[in-house]
């Protein structure tokens, strides 16, 4: 079975709104905390990260192969309400809060994309009154992708992880720690399949 | 991770906490042993800016509805205050307030310490397990 190991070229980092994260690329630990009160809240943070293998380092069998990022995702999400917004004593809108991961993989020849595929998964989600509500983190977010290696055309794979967090009309805790979220996105290998 | 993994990330150059006009926030580290073959990397380039653009016109749509949303509640707030002042209920609309005032509070309260405990707890059994190994 013919496999190689795909480089790792560079990571980028994003944050969106509010977010109160900070991301430490030695450690992979996220973290981070937002707490509003009676105001809708939204921020995402976004990890693009970019790896590649030259022609040249490609296996010598194989066509088709397999590419299974692993991104090794520890640790949890918390999302959190108070109360929705009130006339009277009535509550007109229920308060609803969320984190989202959104992991993507392509898969290019040279500058065509081959192979491109999103797993969106809801980590933590709740909806009505003093709710809270903790997720843990997929170990593996991004999705299995199988194509044709071009011979011709350098090998480039791109991976994006967005946490995407909202809150409205309450309240909201999300955090991070070291021992409780860790992304570190290691180099892995592309398996050929036929 | 791996020993060989440790110090391949010591050899990067960091560019970190760059503002422009994306984000708020950014950083990027990158590899000078293994660079992205040019053509590549102009691509990645143009897509990372594709990824942005539509993050920040996301992030932004979002904001104007917060800001909708909250004028609307100001609105209905005031609505409220008037309709107590007309119907005499102003002394228990107060009260009322008063109280979820309270009960948030408490609530908040509870919520905070139970959360910087368990952080507390993990930061400390989380160092447990570094000098363990």
């Given at each position: 079975m013919a496999a190689a190991t795909v480089w790792w070229a560079s990571t980028n980092w994003f944050e969106f709104g509010t977010t109160g994260i900070s991301y430490d690329f030695s450690t992979g630990a996220l973290s981070g905390r937002v707490t509003g009160d009676g105001m809708d809240q939204s921020g995402s943070f976004l990890l693009t990260a970019s790896f590649f293998?030259?022609?040249a380092n490609f296996p010598q069998g194989g066509c088709t192969f397999r590419s299974t990022p692993g991104a090794n995702l520890s640790g949890n999400a918390f999302v959190s309400t108070l109360y929705g917004s009130l006339f009277l004593v009535f509550e007109t809108d229920a308060p609803r809060a969320q984190c989202q991961l959104r992991a993507t993989q392509e898969i290019f020849a040279g500058s065509s994309l081959i192979a491109s595929g999103t797993n969106l998964q809801t980590i933590a989600s709740v909806s009505g009154d003093f709710q809270s509500?903790?997720?843990?983190?997929?170990?593996?977010?991004?999705?299995?992708?199988?194509?044709?290696?071009?011979?011709t055309q350098d090998l480039g794979i791109q991976l994006q992880l967005s946490f995407e967090n909202s809150i409205v009309h309450s309240y909201q805790t999300w955090w991070g720690f070291p021992a409780l979220c860790r992304i570190l996105l290691p180099q892995w290998d592309i398996v050929s399949i036929a | 991770m791996g020993k060989s993994q440790s110090s391949k990330y010591k050899r990067v150059r960091r560019v970190a906490n760059v503002k422009d006009r994306h984000s708020a926030r950014r950083g990027r580290i990158q590899n000078n042993q293994r660079k992205l073959p040019p053509k590549i990397a102009a691509m990645f380039d143009e897509l990372l800016s594709r990824s942005l653009r539509v993050a920040k016109e996301n992030q932004e749509l979002q904001r104007a509805t917060a800001e909708a949303n909250a004028k609307f509640r100001q609105e209905q707030a005031k609505l409220m205050g008037s309709l107590a002042r007309?119907?005499?209920l102003s002394g228990v609309v107060r009260d009322l307030?008063?109280?979820?005032?309270?009960?948030?509070a408490l609530v908040r309260d509870a919520m905070e310490k139970t959360q910087t405990a368990i952080v507390r707890e993990r930061r400390v059994s989380g160092n447990l397990r570094k000098s363990n190994r």
């Open positions: 293998l030259p022609a509500n903790t997720g843990t983190l997929p170990v593996q977010p991004f999705p299995t992708l199988d194509f044709d290696l071009d011979r | 007309q119907l005499g307030a008063a109280l979820r005032k309270r009960q948030v």
